[in-house]
């Protein structure tokens, strides 16, 4: 059978940022080489200027401006339609609004190729979870703002979408409950995990790497913003280390709170506790998870959460708020805790107690490792993901 052509559409460069979104369009892309003639068109950012070719699939250029979301946004989608080639293809994957004016191109163009809406997460449940937060700044209520409509702009994308997918149950019973389109065009595919990549090494040695000796160590991945809740992490961190007083906290990722947060770790004495590593590259990134004893995701709101299940696979267990689609990622009391959204004490607990307890420590990480190889590995997402492309080639 020939191959068929698809075009993927992300803002951001995958190959040049390390989010859950870029990381499944990576490792899908890789898998089905064989099956697809991929393209990815992304946005201008982080220095991408020219073409690229990432594990055989080539990567495109298309102007956005490096300004911060929802700008960059913005200015992807006006130019879509000037980036040549685009219109050749066979089957369009949008993720959540990178490419939101598409479908109307395609209309103008008059031309009916079948297109999928990949929900990561529904902006319009991040938006009414980050209206709970009774302490938000002027950033956070203009972000918000801006997240409303993009919510809006997401709706209207499933909607004109001929197949939506979505990463988890939760994210698919968010969509269906907080957009208008019809239940039978939804699919479930979970992200996952490369399991050669993620696992278990040589900790003293990767420990050392990273400036550790003998202290315990509780690693965060993922981006520096609101909905990720760092700050519930800093204010767990002052009890975590009046019982641990070694403890160290590894937080990975970047992005507009650095300073903020910082700014509250001093203030709480707890500046030798927390080492800022920024972003990491694909190696490193798979060795720090070998520095940890705990892994801590205080996020108060979560398609899936792909840094999860690298966790797990890496044998670390982890301590998570029970908020989107963590529920599936982790089984509680078995691969790790679920704690109640904004439990402080609770959360440090249970940082406390694998920290502890070695032997607890251990088992959890065994079976949460056995968990994500039966169940979420990039092999099951992508031949998941073929045929969702299969079916809309045939509608």
């Keep these: 059978m020939d191959k068929f052509r698809l075009a993927v559409f992300n803002t951001q460069p995958p190959h040049l940022y390390f989010g859950g979104v870029?990381?499944?369009?990576?490792?899908?892309?890789?898998?089905?080489?064989n099956d697809a003639d991929i393209t990815v068109y992304s946005g201008t950012k982080a220095g991408f200027k020219q073409p690229a070719e990432v594990n055989g699939v080539r990567i495109v250029p298309c102007y956005s401006t490096d300004r911060l979301y929802p700008m960059d946004n913005w200015f992807f989608n006006r130019n879509l339609n000037k980036t040549a080639g685009i219109f050749d293809k066979?089957?369009?994957?949008?993720?959540?609004?990178?490419?939101?004016?598409?479908?109307?191109?395609?209309?103008?163009?008059?031309?009916?190729?079948?297109?999928?809406?990949?929900?990561?997460?529904?902006?319009r449940d991040e938006y009414e979870q980050a209206l709970k937060n009774e302490h938000r700044t002027a950033r956070n209520k203009l972000a918000n703002y801006f997240m409303?409509?993009?919510?809006?702009?997401?709706?209207?994308?499933?909607?004109?979408?001929?197949?939506?997918?979505?990463?988890?149950?939760?994210?698919?019973?968010?969509?269906?409950?907080?957009?208008?389109?019809?239940?039978?065009?939804v699919r479930v595919v979970p992200n996952g995990v490369d399991p050669e990549k993620f696992k278990l090494a040589n900790r003293e040695d990767v420990r050392r790497q990273f400036g550790l000796d003998n202290e315990l160590c509780v690693l965060f991945v993922g981006s520096l913003i609101p909905r990720k809740g760092l700050p519930f992490l800093v204010e767990a961190a002052e009890k975590i280390v009046k019982q641990e007083p070694q403890t160290k906290f590894l937080i990975v990722g970047e992005g507009p709170l650095r300073n903020q947060l910082q700014a509250s770790i001093t203030s709480q004495n707890l500046s030798g506790n927390f080492k800022f590593l920024g972003n990491l590259k694909d190696k490193q990134l798979s060795d720090v998870y070998n520095c940890a004893d705990v892994f801590a995701l205080p996020s108060i709101q979560e398609g899936q959460g792909i840094v999860l299940l690298e966790a797990e696979a890496s044998t670390v267990p982890v301590v998570a708020f029970n908020v989107g689609g963590v529920g599936e990622a982790v089984r509680n009391g078995e691969t790790g805790y679920l704690v109640k959204l904004g439990n402080i004490e609770e959360f440090a607990e249970a940082i406390v107690r694998l920290l502890s307890d070695r032997a607890l420590h251990d088992k959890m990480g065994a079976d949460g490792r056995r968990f994500v190889m039966e169940n979420y590995t990039w092999d099951i997402c992508s031949q998941r993901m073929l045929e969702v492309y299969h079916e809309a080639l045939e509608t």
């Design 90 to 123: 066979d089957l369009y994957e949008v993720h959540n609004v990178s490419g939101y004016g598409f479908p109307n191109l395609l209309k103008k163009c008059s031309l009916k190729k079948p297109l999928i809406h990949v929900i990561h997460g529904p902006l």
């Design 22 to 33: 870029e990381r499944r369009i990576i490792e899908v892309t890789k898998q089905l080489q």
């Design 148 to 185: 409303r409509y993009q919510a809006g702009l997401e709706e209207k994308m499933a909607q004109k979408a001929n197949l939506i997918v979505a990463v988890s149950k939760y994210s698919m019973g968010k969509i269906l409950e907080s957009y208008d389109v019809d239940k039978s065009k």
